[in-house]
């Protein structure tokens, strides 16, 4: 059984900070791609940031290029997403997702968190 579980988010004002953590458990992926997507309301599921666990590489969406961090920690089977200068359309529901082979495709991605949310005030 396959876990995904999402910790952080929260209200921030804008220009605030959150980190958002996302611990994956039951067994070992054979996509190594985990990555972030976020879902106001009323809008489509939309990619945030991803990467490579084996490999070490990364991919964010442009609007978010610059004030977010994707990271790893290797032992604890956890990635991060450091949110900086947050913006109030940064408001939004994250989910993390994993064993995927590709990065913005929301539909190869095999597995996701429960969401948590980020509100971001003006």
């Known amino acids: 059984q396959v876990q995904l579980v999402q910790s952080g988010g929260g209200l921030v004002q804008a220009g605030g900070s959150l980190r958002l953590s996302c611990a994956a458990s039951?067994?070992?992926?054979?996509?190594?791609?985990m990555g972030w997507f976020r879902q106001a309301p009323g809008k489509e599921r939309e990619f945030v940031a991803a990467?490579?666990?084996?490999?070490?590489?990364?991919d964010y969406a442009d609007s978010v290029k610059g004030r977010f961090t994707i990271s790893r920690d290797n032992a604890k089977n956890t990635v991060y997403l450091q949110m900086n200068s947050l913006k109030p359309e940064d408001t939004a529901v994250y989910y993390c997702?994993?064993?995927?082979?590709?990065?913005?495709?929301?539909?190869?991605?095999?597995?996701w968190g429960q969401g948590t949310q980020v509100t971001v005030s003006s």
């Open positions: 039951g067994r070992t992926f054979s996509r190594n791609v």
């Open positions: 997702a994993a064993d995927s082979r590709s990065f913005r495709t929301r539909s190869d991605y095999n597995y």
């Open positions: 990467m490579r666990w084996s490999v070490y590489a990364t």
